[in-house]
């Protein structure tokens, strides 16, 4: 009788497992069975800059590169893509990491805050690219979930029990009904688009793709690097019809008491740490900063100025940069698109200081009318 | 161990194939010891509070068995209530009443020196707490014989499938059935699994699903008013149905592979059509230990009127607090006590006028609206279990209905459910499956639904279970999600 019940159940059981392992193995969503991430970590690791990369979860690279590191880096810098272009020598030093992730929010730069807390030494500075949208609970961002379990980590002041054990984590990944859930989209991407990377190790730091870089700042290819006055303003016209960044700011009509406490948590925590920490605010382009002061839909973005600000200089900690261009008269000259200066632009952001003169708003205002 | 775990996955059948293949005499000894590590795979150390409850009461049991006068039973009765509970109390409500004298002493601008104490509760404290509590009062009532054998009463208090959340079984129920020599049987096995196949479900698919909007609404609940927090209370309370009753079913069904047989805990709960029959079908084993532990030493209903209700309004108070060291936990206890005694003082009323608008000529269309009635009162009381602080519960309570006006507009009812967290495809998720939820709970009004499958073909029993697995695995939510009676 208990033969016949093991048997049967066996049965019923097999196929679930047969397709969960084949799904999660060839479809490989967090691609722990295939990882591109763990392969340009090792890569970066191994000093060489890696081209041909698009397309991977800049989050799991983050986990991968964490766990890589031979020594913590002396500076680390958190932020979004609008600070991925921060490299070691703005920094003035070699002992620098960029964990810069696309659309980050705030969960991903404290889910990366404790994948080296997890380590058990920190950075003695943390540059911190501040974007005016980790505060809006309609961001609909949810990329930091491949870092959930270090978010939750932090907020439940837990230890992360992910990592513990690689090889017993991928045997219990490949049975993994939520892994499941990711891998089977990923097949459906892989059979239906054939989606194939080739990564390229260089030592070059420009290459005709995107290269991700040693200190893990990135740099774009020629054809971002050539683009012309018109080309530039174009982009910033296309960012305030919807890019992927400024849907972070839809439907954004206050700060989320959720994400202050949250940021303030965070920060707190930082700073009992004795790390030095400094909030980088990156300029829009002039006309998408013109067009955010004039519409009503996106006046969070200078309230929220405004409140990291008062933060900062209530918990004394430096501030640089702000997103109006005007501060540090920047034009076209130096941005790639609506959302993100140019090297030049960083530069000129990191190294100035504020102008002491009040922007002149009506410039760009009227401007905007003309958009 | 959760039961949602890939270790439970592993654990149970593991188990339950020694439990068969083990001798009998054996048997009790297997159980105790996979029920020590089921309890230490949350806090190791915190099996020793469990331990030093096991060791009080059985003695207690024995001593107030062989006392001859009523005196010393009443006695060892009281010692072992007193230290049971006081175990329960350090644990769960000191920091409680401290902060709550703490904040008196700070009004009044005295000196209050005791600090407060940084200890995690044990993982279902309460549950056991009560069991073993149920043990030595049946034993003093003489319901029950005072067990001699140390690791009988061990496992009885430690039972793994329902030690961290009930149901909390009695002694008389409970006790003799580790005595018991339970064979294989294949249907039993089968209607167990079957059962706890559907426990999972519920807590999976539904109530984590649910979670995840709770969870956001309920974090930051003054950023929302009017249907948004309405859905999220709803959601609320079919997510702490499917999970309290999800655990039930798993724990029932886990059980009753191995032969026993643990009580009922709910029987569809939201189609109860007073408040007082809707504690007949929610956690049924804690209101009937309420019942004859609390409310009926009280006095029950075998007082004056007055009395009668101070008894039902204090048993409420009490459950309220057993529940969580919480104000909001209070007033929910409070708030339920407070709708029993309000149905008695409007219940000749509320005839009247069912007789005058003729609704005693459609009792469908009666019994309809006193569901719904019960259910929109017990949805409005989660709110005060749920809300993390009384200014929380207090906004929502008073923002319910702010906005409502505008139901009419699409773009407002957009709006708000977009409000809630969840993407338009896991929103159809849940409530496609809260749908048949209700539709399995309108079938089993009429007929017990394992019964009902098992009269059917093969190829029709094997596509539902199939759908059932296959619908977990793509549409469960597997975050290792606590179940939320497990902090009580």
């Not at chain 1, 918990?315 to 702000?322: N, V």
């Not at chain 2, 006081?86 to 920091?95: A, D, G, Q, R, T």
């Not at chain 2, 009668?308 to 204090?314: R, V």
Request: aromatic fraction near 16%; glycine fraction near 6%.
């Amino acid at each position: 009788m208990l033969k016949k019940f093991l048997i049967k159940l066996m049965l019923f059981c097999t196929p679930f497992g047969v397709l969960m392992g084949t799904v999660n193995y060839f479809g490989d969503a967090g691609t722990l069975f295939s990882s591109p991430e763990l392969q340009i970590a090792k890569y970066l690791a191994e000093g060489y800059n890696v081209a041909n990369a698009p397309n991977i979860d800049e989050r799991a690279l983050q986990r991968h590169v964490i766990a890589l590191l031979k020594t913590t880096p002396s500076v680390i810098v958190l932020g979004s893509s609008t600070i991925l272009l921060m490299k070691s020598t703005n920094a003035s030093t070699n002992s620098f990491m960029n964990h810069g992730v696309s659309g980050a929010s705030l969960e991903d730069m404290i889910a990366i805050y404790q994948l080296y807390k997890s380590r058990g030494v920190l950075p003695k500075k943390i540059i911190m690219g501040i974007d005016p949208w980790i505060f809006n609970k309609n961001s609909g961002q949810l990329k930091w979930k491949t870092l959930e379990y270090a978010y939750t980590a932090f907020v439940l002041s837990e230890p992360m029990r992910e990592q513990s054990s690689m090889h017993l984590d991928k045997f219990y990944q490949l049975f993994s009904p939520s892994y499941f859930q990711s891998s089977i989209k990923t097949l459906y991407a892989k059979l239906i688009r054939k989606e194939k990377i080739v990564l390229l190790p260089t030592k070059q730091r420009i290459n005709n793709s995107l290269t991700r870089l040693v200190d893990g700042s990135i740099s774009y290819g020629p054809k971002n690097q050539n683009l012309t006055v018109q080309e530039v303003e174009k982009r910033a016209k296309q960012d305030m019809v919807g890019g992927d960044t400024i849907n972070l700011l839809e439907k954004y009509t206050h700060l989320s008491k959720k994400h202050r406490d949250l940021f303030d948590k965070f920060i707190s925590q930082i700073i009992s740490q004795n790390i030095d920490l400094t909030f980088v605010l990156i300029p829009y382009h002039p006309s998408l900063y013109t067009f955010m002061l004039t519409n009503n839909a996106y006046r969070m973005v200078t309230e929220f100025e405004q409140y990291i600000k008062g933060y900062a200089q209530q918990k004394k900690i430096k501030l640089m940069g702000s997103y109006d261009p005007a501060r540090f008269n920047l034009d076209s000259n130096y941005f790639y698109d609506g959302m993100h200066v140019n090297e030049k632009g960083l530069e000129i952001v990191l190294k100035g200081s504020p102008s002491p003169h009040p922007r002149e708003k009506s410039r760009y205002v009227q401007t905007a009318g003309s958009l | 161990m959760l039961f949602n775990s890939f270790e439970f996955a592993v654990f149970f059948p593991l188990i339950t194939l020694l439990y068969f293949l083990s001798p009998h005499k054996l048997r009790w000894m297997l159980l105790l010891g996979a029920s020590c590590i089921f309890y230490m795979a949350f806090i190791p150390v915190y099996i020793l509070i469990l331990a030093v409850t096991i060791v009080i009461d059985y003695i207690a049991g024995i001593k107030i068995e062989n006392a001859e006068k009523i005196q010393k039973k009443k006695l060892y009765l009281i010692v072992s209530i007193v230290s049971t509970c006081l175990v329960l109390f350090i644990f769960k409500y000191f920091n409680f009443f401290n902060n709550n004298f703490a904040s008196i002493a700070n009004f009044f601008h005295w000196n209050y020196p005791i600090e407060m104490v940084n200890i995690i509760l044990p993982i279902g404290l309460s549950f056991h707490t009560f069991q073993s509590l149920s043990y030595v009062i049946e034993v003093y009532r003489g319901n029950q014989k005072a067990e001699r054998h140390f690791g009988i009463y061990s496992l009885y208090v430690m039972f793994y499938p329902q030690l961290v959340a009930g149901p909390i079984e009695r002694p008389q129920n409970l006790l003799h059935q580790f005595r018991e020599e339970y064979f294989f049987e294949y249907q039993r096995a089968a209607d167990g699994m079957k059962l706890m196949a559907w426990g999972l479900f519920k807590k999976v698919v539904i109530a984590d699903r649910l979670a995840i909007v709770v969870n956001h609404v309920y974090s930051a609940p003054t950023e929302y008013a009017g249907l948004t927090l309405i859905v999220a209370t709803i959601f609320f309370a079919f997510q702490i149905y499917c999970d309290f009753s999800g655990y039930s079913d798993i724990a029932i069904g886990a059980a009753q592979v191995m032969g026993f047989s643990l009580m009922d805990n709910f029987k569809r709960p939201y189609h109860a059509a007073s408040i007082s029959e809707f504690w007949k079908r929610w956690h049924i084993s804690l209101s009937t230990w309420f019942r004859d532990y609390v409310y009926i030493p009280l006095g029950g209903n075998r007082v004056s009127k007055w009395k009668w209700q101070m008894n039902l309004f204090l048993t409420f108070l009490i459950s309220g607090l057993w529940h969580g060291a919480n104000w909001t936990y209070v007033l929910w206890g409070a708030l339920n006590g407070f709708y029993l005694i309000f149905a008695l003082w409007t219940q000749d009323l509320r005839n009247n006028l069912a007789t005058r608008l003729r609704l005693t000529n459609y009792p469908v269309l009666r019994k309809g609206w006193a569901i719904l009635v019960t259910f929109s009162l017990v949805c409005f009381a989660w709110i005060f279990f749920r809300a993390r602080t009384l200014d929380d519960a207090w906004y929502m309570a008073t923002h319910l209905l702010s906005g409502l006006g505008n139901l009419g507009d699409f773009s407002y009812v957009k709006e708000s459910i977009s409000d809630l967290g969840l993407s338009k495809e896991e929103l159809f998720i849940a409530i496609a499956s809260l749908c048949l939820l209700e539709f399995v709970h309108l079938i089993q009004r009429h007929a017990n639904m394992r019964h009902l499958l098992s009269e059917k073909p093969v190829w029709y029993r094997w596509s539902v279970y199939y759908a059932i697995g296959l619908s977990m695995l793509f549409f469960g939510v597997f975050g290792k999600n606590q179940f939320i009676y497990f902090q009580f």
